[in-house]
């Protein structure tokens, strides 16, 4: 083993992580439910959905035997000319439980390919209507993946920073917090009055990245509505809320109002494969609905609609669809929210924020809230010795376990961050 972990070292570049820090890290050699197995004989919580994608559990065994009949059957074609019944299985799935005038599904490969072709869709829906519409609108702190249509939707900051002058430009509104609602709702009415706003995207209810940041539905159904009004698309970017994160399907079941084009991706296939989705309404069809070349959408990757990702796809559709898994999305909300209560006015404890299977600790640090707070350092490892993957955004500590986690682990999870709270107070 220690010679895989040295090749490692040798060989492999991780994301967001510094090249130059060298770090024993765990090497996983198998995982069941919400436990990672390592090397050296440790059982780890993964309590952070491994990147927010896991819903129904390591290795669940409906999505394993999906994938491996799917093996056997057709592992690939070609998606451009070609059709293939998961992918068709799929489209229909996720129409059912989408707003209702969703009616077309795209596939990608990733959540940022999810978004980016979203982008592309909102530009060229006016490009093909001969309109001169071309201003994107985005929320301050959003982030929505690391390609450039997505990094240049995105705040401007450490994630960005080196690409900056590549980013074509995004206008940012204030993120609207429970003290400026109606500035932001005004902010964002005087721009798209201009007539120049081609998109608005935003990350619904809650910004991950940034810090599990929620919103409330109403200023967002307020925005959406402004936009529907001024003719301007609306972009969920649903990858990280999608698939009962937010206690419903889609974030956007707490609207009232719904958006034009939505991107899904991480949940969608219960954690087991890469897929990108990005669903659209009939109204921005009718803009591309034309046999003229110049019309078409010029968008595609050679794994797009992959059947063995589609078909894990559908046996997590299964899952999630069974009456059994809405219990325990609301089960752990409960619990999420008696934990909150209980930890409120913790002298460690900035604010607490709970939304479906999300639970957000804000810490109270001498430095402020941002990826880049130092206490990061100090609640990774601490956790990770005790077996707990918690992966904090800076000072923010978050829960986003599995569903299929049980009472009992997530209360040792409660336990451990206590426990954490009260050193932390102590020092
Ligand atoms: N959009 C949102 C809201 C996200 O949280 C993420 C990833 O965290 C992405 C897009 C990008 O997804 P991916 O990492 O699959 O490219």
């Not at 809650?206 to 003719?231: E, F």
């Not at 669903?279 to 059947?307: L, M, R, W």
Request: glycine share 6%; proline share 4%; with cysteine.
């Amino acid at each position: 083993m220690d010679d895989l972990i040295a090749l490692d070292r040798k060989n492999i570049w991780h994301p967001f992580s510094p090249l130059g820090v060298t770090q024993d890290i765990p090497t996983i050699i198998s995982a069941k439910g919400v436990h990672l197995y390592t090397a050296d004989g440790r059982k780890i919580i993964d309590a952070v959905s491994s990147w927010w994608v896991n819903l129904h559990g390591h290795c669940n065994p409906v999505i394993a035997k999906a994938i491996a009949d799917q093996a056997h059957t057709l592992e690939h074609v070609i998606f451009a000319g070609f059709t293939h019944e998961p992918a068709i299985r799929l489209s229909d799935n996720l129409l059912s439980i989408l707003p209702s005038d969703q009616q077309k599904i795209f596939f990608s490969d990733n959540g940022s390919t999810a978004v980016e072709v979203a982008l592309k869709m909102a530009i060229q829906y006016w490009h093909n209507r001969g309109v001169k519409k071309t201003k994107i609108i985005a929320l301050n702190g959003a982030y929505h993946g690391d390609t450039f249509g997505s990094m240049s939707v995105a705040e401007r900051g450490l994630f960005t920073q080196p690409f900056f002058p590549y980013l074509f430009d995004a206008t940012f509104i204030e993120f609207p917090d429970a003290d400026n609602e109606k500035e932001v709702v005004a902010q964002f009415e005087k721009l798209i009055r201009l007539g120049d706003v081609a998109a608005f995207i935003f990350e619904p209810l809650v910004q991950a990245a940034s810090g599990m940041r929620m919103y409330s539905p109403d200023v967002l159904d307020a925005l959406i509505s402004l936009a529907n009004k001024h003719d301007v698309i609306c972009i969920a970017d649903e990858v990280f809320t999608g698939f009962g994160r937010t206690g419903r399907n889609f974030a956007i079941d707490h609207l009232k109002n719904k958006p034009d084009i939505i991107a899904l991706s991480k949940g969608i296939t219960g954690g087991f494969m890469p897929l990108g989705v990005t669903a659209c309404s009939q109204k921005i069809i009718d803009a591309f609905d034309s046999s003229a070349v110049e019309k078409t959408f010029f968008h595609g990757h050679s794994y797009t609609a992959n059947p063995l990702a589609c078909a894990a796809a559908n046996a997590s559709f299964q899952l999630l669809t069974e009456a059994e898994c809405y219990e325990k999305i609301r089960s752990i909300e409960r619990m999420h929210l008696t934990f909150a209560e209980s930890i409120t006015g913790h002298r460690s404890v900035e604010a607490v924020r709970v939304l479906g299977t999300i639970l957000a600790i804000e810490l109270k640090t001498a430095e402020e809230t941002s990826y880049t707070n130092p206490a990061r350092k100090r609640i990774y490892p601490f956790f990770l010795e005790r077996n707990i993957l918690l992966r904090p955004l800076g000072n923010v500590i978050y829960v986003l376990p599995p569903y299929v986690i049980s009472d009992e682990e997530l209360q040792l999870v409660y336990t451990t961050i206590r426990e954490f709270l009260h050193l932390a107070q102590n020092t």
